[in-house]
């Protein structure tokens, strides 16, 4: 009895093993970005090009199939005494994460579809030679203003991941893990 309340206040593992998927990935793909960011134009950019392309479609993919388990597996409650700014803020965060791990992909997807290369293919390179359909019908008016709404929900990502993190360390060392511990590997209390 005491087990199955203490399992059913954790994420399950599958919702465990998706958050830290995303985390890596994510991680993995905003160095992709700074470093192809600052290359000159080549065989060598396009090259970490095509990993940021494969990567972020690779996290829109899983993200939208983490969304749809959220919503068929609602996560564990909240601790009883959490007050109630700190229920909001989590709400507030969570929903902001969902709106970058869908929206950075879009807007990069979008704004590579009203570029160059959707002149002369209606597919974009990945990695390994495969490809991935670019979004048909789009006006090329959308490229610069999608590119610079991309770089917007980048430092938006920054100020998520600063306050998420500060969040988990507070709820693990402040409040003696009663949130935290609801996320593996931080321990049950
Ligand atoms: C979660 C997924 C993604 C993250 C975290 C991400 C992150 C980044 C970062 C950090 C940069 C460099 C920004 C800068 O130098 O200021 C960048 C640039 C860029 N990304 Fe992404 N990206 C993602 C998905 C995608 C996808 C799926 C595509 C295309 C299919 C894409 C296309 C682009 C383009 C075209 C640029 C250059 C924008 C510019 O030159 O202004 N991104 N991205």
Redesign the pocket.
């Known amino acids: 009895m005491i087990t199955r309340f203490a399992e059913k206040d954790r994420y399950n593992a599958v919702a465990a093993g998706l958050h830290w998927l995303i985390a890596s990935l994510?991680f993995a793909?905003?160095y992709v970005?700074?470093t192809f960011?600052?290359m000159e134009r080549g065989a060598a950019r396009d090259l970490w090009f095509d990993w940021?392309?494969t990567?972020?479609?690779t996290?829109?993919v899983i993200s939208v199939a983490r969304l749809g388990w959220r919503i068929a597996n609602p996560p564990p409650p909240l601790p009883a005494r959490t007050p109630p700014w700190e229920r909001v803020a989590a709400g507030l965060s969570h929903f902001g994460f969902y709106v970058?791990?869908i929206g950075?992909?879009l807007t990069?997807?979008t704004?590579?579809s009203t570029?160059r290369a959707a002149l002369t293919s209606d597919v974009?390179s990945l990695i390994n030679g495969l490809s991935w359909p670019l979004i048909p019908g789009l006006p090329r008016t959308l490229h610069e203003p999608m590119?610079g709404v991309?770089?917007l929900l980048?430092k938006v990502?920054y100020a998520l991941i600063i306050l998420h993190v500060v969040a988990a360390l507070k709820h693990q060392f402040m409040d003696k893990g009663r949130m935290a511990g609801r996320m593996w590997p931080f321990p049950r209390r």
């Open positions: 994510l793909e905003i970005g700074w960011g600052d940021h392309k990567v972020g479609i996290i829109l970058i791990l950075l992909p990069g997807w704004a590579v570029g974009m590119e991309h770089e980048v990502t």
